[in-house]
Structure formats: C-alpha cells, structure tokens
T-cell receptor, first 122, second 109 residues
Framework: GAVVSQHPSRVICKSGTSVKIECRSL??????MFWYRQFPKQSLMLMAT?????????EQGVEKDKFLINHASLTLSTLTVTSAHPEDSSFYIC??????????????????FGNGTRLTVT | KNEVEQSPQNLTAQEGEFITINCSYS?????LHWLQQHPGGGIVSLFM???GKKKHGRLIATINIQEKHSSLHITASHPRDSAVYIC???????????FGTGTRLQVFP
C-alpha cells in the first residue's frame, strides 16, 4: 500500500538552530502534503498545506517565515523549523492523500501519514 | 463546543470485549475518517466513509449522515488494539479536515 516516509523520527536541537523534516511518498505521487502539529493529548492541528510546484498555504496563526515548507517534487515535501525555540517543541506529522489512479488529486482519497517527528528544543 | 466530538475520551476493556467508539459532528461533511494513533505517534488510516458501513477484519465503521454520527466497533478486542482512535471529518465548505480529540483505548489481557 501507499507509504509516507518521514524523517527524522526524533530530533533534539538547541535554541536558535534550524531543523528540517522530510516527508517522502514512496509508491505514489503526492501533489499535496498536509503538515500537522500535535501537542500532548491534543488533536492534530493543521499548520499548512503544500502543493507541488507552488507556494504552501498556511493556516491562520502559523508563521510562514518560521515554518518553511518546500514541495519541489511529487514525492518530497519538507518542513524547516527556523530559529527554533523551546515552545516549538512538539510532534510534527505529515499526511498525503493518495489515489490508486495516479497523482493524488482528490482530497477525499485515503490519507497516508508519516510516522511523525518529535522535536525537542533545548 | 468542538465541531467533532468523540466519546468516550478514555476506554479500558478486557481482551475479547466488543468495543464501540462514537463520533458526532456538527458540520456538513464530504467524508469521515477513522484513524489509529499508536503510542509512538504514528497514525494509520483505518476507514474513510461517506455513507453506510465498512468492515475490515475485526473493525467495523458505520456512519449516519442524517444524524451526523459515526461509530467505530472493534470485535474480539486484543491488547494490540490499544491506541488512540481519532475521528476526523472533511468539511464540505472548507475542504479541510477537522479532528476529534481522540479516544484512548487500553485493552488488558
């Protein structure tokens, strides 16, 4: 079945550094990738939607200059947390819809999630 | 009030018990998803529903569009079913997913 590979699974970094998280669709083409953030015992919160070849769409309250998203190919989307602060410590997870008919084109296709990245900023 | 409400928030069961998790929503939807989140954080999509009922192994999901309600059933529960089960609906108006806060299930041997 369709798989989204997310790396790293866990990262600890110092305040002020940048961290890049990658999500790759392994056997399907992901024209769309959703990036979520989850605090302990809370719901997933959509941060942004990335679309291959165009600028990402950010949700209200999410700083686009702090959370840089790049979706340069149909199989790779990256989220870079720039100048990380302790309050950025969270669980970040990506998700892409897939369609058996080829490039994901329908938001109502089944969802495939990465395994998430637990970021700790010290 | 959240647009997607799940109940119960926490659920414990003995191995073999039949389990039901409920999800109610207040917005118009184009689809409803049931997700399973393991302790490590990874999320697996269990079902996507827009009407009726779906079954996969010991899992059954139903949806009643008129009542804006969905249920996830687990038959013959097993300790490996222990996880957080999340209901998420895709809003018809905004096309965005709205997540419930999840139901934490623990199945004891």
């Amino acid at each position: 079945g369709a798989v989204v590979s997310q790396h790293p699974s866990r990262v600890i970094c110092k305040s002020g550094t940048s961290v890049k998280i990658e999500c790759r669709s392994l056997d399907f083409q992901a024209t769309t990738m959703f990036w979520y953030r989850q605090f302990p015992k809370q719901s997933l919160m959509l941060m942004a939607t990335s679309n291959e070849g165009s600028k990402a769409t950010y949700e209200q309250g999410v700083e686009k200059d702090k959370f840089l998203i790049n979706h340069a190919s149909l199989t790779l989307s990256t989220l870079t947390v720039t100048s990380a602060h302790p309050e950025d410590s969270s669980f970040y997870i990506c998700s892409a819809p897939s369609s058996r008919r080829g490039p994901s084109s329908s938001y109502n296709s089944p969802l495939h999630f990465g395994n998430g990245t637990r970021l700790t900023v010290t | 009030k959240n647009e997607v409400e799940q109940s119960p928030q926490n659920l414990t069961a003995q191995e073999g018990e039949f389990i039901t998790i409920n999800c109610s929503y207040s917005v118009g939807i184009s689809a409803l998803h049931w997700l399973q989140q393991h302790p490590g954080g990874g999320i697996v999509s269990l079902f996507m529903l827009s009407s009726g009922k779906k079954k996969h192994g010991r899992l059954i999901a139903t949806i009643n569009i008129q009542e804006k309600h969905s249920s996830l059933h687990i038959t013959a529960s097993h300790p490996r079913d222990s996880a957080v089960y999340i209901c998420a609906v895709r809003s018809y108006n905004t096309d965005k997913l709205i997540f419930g806060t999840g139901t934490r299930l623990q199945v004891f041997p």
